[in-house]
């Protein structure tokens, strides 16, 4: 399934947040969207997954979901969004019970995401006493629980310490060489974009519009830390966003 | 200079680095709030027996202690406790199930929060006892406008308590369940019930001490039997043994329904250690 978004725009009274916004969402790719802070990326998203609505334009699936995808567009949020009263377990099983999923599909689905995102051995720990990384790495498995059609990442890795984001970066691209997903991919950070994008949308600062479409063609799991032709990217993304970045740093908030 | 030995000049001045943090975290400490009570209750003893708290002034705990006995004895303290729990049981029953009822309503529903919130705030600082009564009118003199004063009373701070702690469930735990495609039925029993949970029991602890204070003033105004009509008959007759005999009673009462309350917490609260 591909997602495309027809000129999509929303503006709150008199303030227009976005623009104009077109862009496809090819099925195996992961495509981040990057852009000074306030530019309604983490918005953006939230229409594309239905949270929200755009006052102009429209999200388009085309094409069906894949068989058996229960909730065909699924978020990870910044901040995990786990209940710390229930289990690792009982995270994953919270977004299978509605589907009528128990008993042993249920315990087949959960240990599977689970061996996935390297949890085995903490099933049944209160997510409450886990690290910022695994509580993400909770995130993605439960995710990857309702076979998501497209994974709508919101910021993943910004509340992980640098160390712990790297891990994770090495995760996720080992889950999409393994199976290829589809990924709406939102983040500030400029190296997890030329990390894990196949094309790197860029974004300008209020109103939102898609300045700049960049692409890349090296496959994800050849992507090193320190790799040139990604530091060259990530520079050219840098002096688009650099003079945007220093404006809206400057900026108050909500004048 | 690159060099990370220290510099020659302030060799021979060193000085351990004082340590000033600490503090500003209390911890539990076990037995020593029995041991207030105890040696407060020693000091009384003592200071009655001797003649430097005078007879008029404090009863001696000892003589308490054996009105407490004798009470039970004689099995006037049955006699008191049944009525007096049984209405604290009807009535804090049915002001907290309706408070935590409203409360929720008004946590998630918008026109129930705008017409009940100020209808609320209004009836919160009326003093129940004021209005003993009107519920004496509306409920007749027994046992109903007992029930009704004790319930209103455990209603006001129960709703506010429920509906703030409704609030204060995280609103992205709720985007997740709707991003989740949970049905509303599913995030209200999985997401916002638990969540408002810690917020509704520590509301109860409130609302249950209030229904012990109103108990007493409602007993007082027309009971024959009940730990405060007890109360009430001891005061005007300056019984001081049996005045604190009873007021020894409502303490632990109160003291009780709070271990009652922490044991719930424990229980349904384990997530939050």
């Known amino acids: 399934m591909d997602l495309r978004l027809e000129g999509v725009g929303h503006a709150y009274d008199t303030v227009t947040v976005l623009e104009d916004i077109t862009l496809d969402v090819p099925s195996g790719h992961i495509v981040c969207i990057v852009g000074p802070s306030g530019c309604g990326k983490s918005t953006l998203l939230r229409f594309i997954g239905g949270l929200e609505q755009p006052t102009k334009g429209r999200v388009v699936q085309v094409g069906s979901p894949p068989p058996g995808s229960l909730n065909p567009l699924t978020y990870v949020f910044q901040d995990f969004a786990l209940l710390p009263w229930r289990t690792v377990e009982g995270n994953i099983s919270l977004v299978l019970e509605d589907h009528g999923i128990k008993g042993s599909e249920s315990r087949e689905i959960i240990s599977d995401v689970i061996a996935r995102t390297n949890l085995t051995g903490f099933e049944k720990t209160l997510t409450k006493k886990l690290s910022d990384g695994m509580k993400q790495r909770v995130a993605i498995a439960r995710a990857l629980a309702v076979r998501p059609a497209v994974m709508l990442m919101d910021e993943p890795l910004s509340a992980l310490d640098s160390q712990t984001r790297e891990l994770l970066m090495d995760d996720l691209v080992g889950l999409w060489t393994r199976t290829p997903f589809t990924s709406v991919y939102v983040t500030h950070n400029l190296a997890e974009a030329v990390r894990l994008g196949h094309s790197i949308v860029v974004l300008s600062r209020r109103p939102g519009k898609v300045r700049e479409i960049v692409t890349l063609d090296k496959p994800l799991e050849e992507r090193q830390l320190g790799d040139p032709d990604l530091e060259k990217t990530q520079k050219h993304l840098w002096s688009l966003l650099r003079e945007e970045a220093r404006t809206a740093d400057t900026e108050l908030i909500d004048g | ?273």
């Open chain 2, 1 to 273: 200079m690159a060099d990370a030995s220290l510099s020659e000049s302030n060799k021979g001045t060193a000085q351990t680095v004082r340590f000033r943090g600490g503090g500003f975290a209390p911890k539990p400490r076990r037995w020593t709030g029995i041991a207030v009570f105890v040696v407060l209750i020693l000091v009384l003893e003592w200071g009655t027996q001797s003649g430097w708290i005078s007879a008029l002034t404090l009863p001696k705990p000892s003589d308490v202690l054996g009105t407490l006995v004798e009470l039970h004895q004689s099995g006037q303290f049955t006699a008191h406790m049944v009525p007096s729990l049984t209405r604290l049981a009807v009535g804090g029953f049915l002001g907290a199930v309706a408070g935590i009822g409203t409360g929720i309503l008004i946590g998630l529903f918008s026109y129930v929060r705008s017409g009940l919130v100020p209808l609320i705030a209004a009836l919160f600082p009326v003093p129940k006892i004021a209005l003993l009564p009107l519920f004496v009118i509306w409920f007749g003199i027994d046992e109903g406008s007992k029930y009704a004063l004790i319930a209103f009373g455990t209603f006001t701070p129960t709703v506010v308590a429920t509906y703030g702690a409704v609030d204060n469930v995280d609103r992205t735990l709720i985007r997740m369940g709707q991003s989740f495609g949970l049905s509303r039925l599913s995030i209200f029993r999985k997401i916002i019930k638990p969540g408002a949970m810690p917020g509704i029991l520590s509301g109860l602890r409130i609302s249950l001490a209030i229904a012990i204070i109103l108990l007493t003033a409602a007993e007082m105004l027309g009971a024959e039997y009940g730990i405060g009509a007890y109360v009430l008959q001891a005061g005007s007759l300056y019984d001081l043994d049996r005045l604190f005999a009873g007021v020894v009673i409502l303490s632990l009462l109160g003291v009780i329904l709070n271990m009652i309350i922490g044991f719930l917490e424990r229980r349904l609260l384990v997530w939050r250690v």
